[in-house]
């Protein structure tokens, strides 16, 4: 599997990452473990995971697949902070107090004394930046983290991370973990441009939109049976209705011709569009078992012709609102966003 540099740091990724929200909930450990094992077949090297997925039981699931496996200097492990992980109002936020027992308590759940990369899972609108990014600093120097990162952050909070860091002399972030998909491209207009002007590899989750763009979801009909929209009719509703737009159903109808065409997977055309993206580092894949994830790392190896390419970043353009985007491209020619609708390649 094609290796890239995680952001401007010099720690390689295997260019599809292992997702494990799934862990501990709608994946079993035993499950769990044998993804981790077919990953790592598949030359797979970056898993992701979080402190408050299922409220640690993820981080432990991977602790005990990482502790039976033994040597995992080819591994590159990355966790995130920042919400609840009790019903303690004391236990939640990127204040320093948190971070400093929230690293602790992921270190010993993965069973390791340092993880690669660092992050914070969203902004905290209650704690000083300040205090975020130099707590961040010091779990770097005490050599509890190589890198830091950010997710799910807006564009003018990453610039002020940015700034901040520059001026300080503080770790800055490496990365960046957003929702990215061909359905949701409105990271372009702010995030992308900011990231590729720093150097900040994108680590892109939701990759297939919530599993739309796997094909599973039909037109004007409500999702019912074995899928995540299907098993929650309540959620189901709230999560179909905002997807059931022309726009969502012209961009499936070319993803499925493209997949039909070159006899592969709609899931496979779909991350093979997000792989192919500037500044991409790693494409986060998410699967409840082995089979959905032996699918999307086909992935690996699937090229789009560069008119599939072009054709799919056509249909799926989120344009510009009116003000002040519109205008300002129309006035001041935004080269960056002309790129994004280009055959850009990659990190």
Not at 340 to 347: C, D, I, K
């Amino acid at each position: 599997m094609e290796l890239r540099r995680l952001g401007n740091s010099g720690t390689l990724v295997s260019v599809l990452g292992l997702g494990t929200m799934t862990f501990g909930n709608e994946t079993d450990e035993t499950e769990a473990h044998r993804q981790l094992d077919v990953f790592v077949r598949a030359g797979g090297t970056f898993v992701d995971t979080a402190d408050v997925y299922q409220r640690g039981v993820s981080e432990e699931i991977i602790g005990n697949w990482l502790a039976r496996r033994g040597d995992n200097d080819d591994l590159v492990i990355a966790t995130k902070a920042r919400f609840p992980m009790s019903e303690d109002p004391k236990d939640v936020g990127a204040g320093r107090r948190h971070l400093m027992r929230a690293i602790e308590g992921s270190l010993r759940r993965l069973q390791v004394d340092h993880v690669d990369l660092y992050q914070i899972h969203a902004w905290d609108p209650d704690t000083p930046i300040e205090e975020t990014l130099g707590t961040l600093t010091s779990i770097v120097e005490s050599g509890k983290a190589r890198h830091v990162g950010w997710s799910n952050v807006t564009g003018w909070q990453l610039q002020l991370i940015l700034d901040l860091c520059e001026r300080n002399g503080w770790s800055p972030p490496v990365t960046l973990q957003p929702q990215y998909n061909l359905l949701d491209r409105i990271i372009e207009l702010e995030l992308v441009p900011a990231c590729m002007r720093a150097g900040i590899g994108l680590l892109p989750w939701s990759p297939l939109g919530g599993g739309w763009l796997t094909g599973k979801y039909q037109r004007n009909t409500m999702p019912t049976g074995p899928t995540r929209l299907g098993e929650d009719p309540t959620r189901g509703v709230e999560a179909y209705e905002p997807r059931n737009t022309e726009r969502t159903w012209t961009i499936l109808d070319l993803v499925n011709a493209i997949a039909e065409r070159r006899g592969v997977t709609m899931a496979q055309v779909a991350l093979t569009w997000v792989r192919m993206r500037p500044t991409v580092s790693s494409v986060l894949l998410g699967a409840r078992n082995v089979a959905q994830l032996e699918d999307n790392l086909t992935s690996a190896d699937f090229v789009l012709t560069e008119d599939e390419y072009d054709e799919l970043t056509r249909v799926s353009a989120p344009g510009l609102p009116p003000y002040p985007y519109g205008m300002i491209h129309k006035n001041a020619d935004m080269q960056h966003w002309k790129q994004l609708g280009t055959a850009s390649r990659g990190a």
